[in-house]
């Protein structure tokens, strides 16, 4: 199977503007666990979409958003960037039907916002 | 919220050493799971821990789960220069429905 892959790989925006980032999960998985990874501040949870409803939310601000489509893959949305969003957006899927968590995490995409 | 704690945050080792890294959660979890990243890389997942007391060996890393299930450990035997990485523990609470990742312990193995 091929794994999570996310979209793009690396971006750089001024503050301000908005982006989307994309992740495909692994063909069957159902649930899709977005996360910012900063230096020093670990790995931060921002939501978690489970057949296309947003099942568990972290303490994040509203400008940061997502979906899930049917077919399962994910977007996040960030609008208005500020310099402090620069970190790696990583997101995770897994296969809930068997009862285990064990998340299995795309390359990321690292924001750097200007 | 559920707060997952892991220390230390930092460990520098000579190869040969030992290394070890703590995880403890303010609830108690239903399961916990310990991730590795290579610098560069994403989290990989290593292992999940379900019981009171299990312990499980990968060759040289040895994990526990406490028995009141809010710790766990991640040892490493005789480090190599390829367990360089940062090593994060996930603590699983059903109630919460999610996983809350500790901060990560970041390995350097001097050779």
């Known amino acids: 199977k091929a794994g999570v892959t996310q979209t793009p790989r690396y971006l750089i925006k001024t503050r301000g503007q908005q982006v989307t980032l994309s992740c495909s999960p692994i063909s069957g998985h159902r649930s899709v666990s977005w996360y910012q990874q900063t230096p020093g501040q670990g790995l931060q949870f921002l939501f978690e979409y489970f057949s296309e409803t947003q099942r568990n939310k972290g303490n994040f601000p509203g400008r940061f958003s997502g979906r899930q489509f049917s077919n399962s893959r994910s977007e996040m949305n960030v609008s208005t960037l500020e310099l402090g969003d620069s970190a790696l957006y990583l997101c995770?899927?897994?296969?809930?039907?068997?009862?285990?968590?064990?998340?299995?995490f795309g390359p990321g995409t690292r924001l750097t916002v200007l | 919220g559920q707060q997952v704690m892991q220390i230390p945050q930092y460990q520098h080792v000579q190869e040969g050493e030992d290394f070890t890294t703590y995880c403890n959660s303010s609830?108690?979890?239903?399961?916990i799971q310990w991730y590795k990243q290579r610098p560069g890389g994403h989290p990989v997942f290593l292992i999940q821990?379900?019981?009171?007391?299990e312990v499980k060996k990968q060759k040289r890393l040895t994990f526990q789960f406490g028995e009141a299930k809010k710790n766990s450990s991640l040892h490493i035997t005789a480090t190599q220069t390829t367990d360089v990485g940062t090593y994060f523990c996930a603590g699983y609470n059903t109630n919460a429905g999610k996983s809350t990742f500790g901060d990560g312990t970041t390995l350097t193995v001097k050779p």
């Open positions: 821990l379900v019981k009171s007391g």
């Open positions: 609830t108690t979890l239903s399961n």
């Open positions: 995770a899927s897994s296969d809930d039907r068997q009862g285990v968590n064990e998340q299995f």
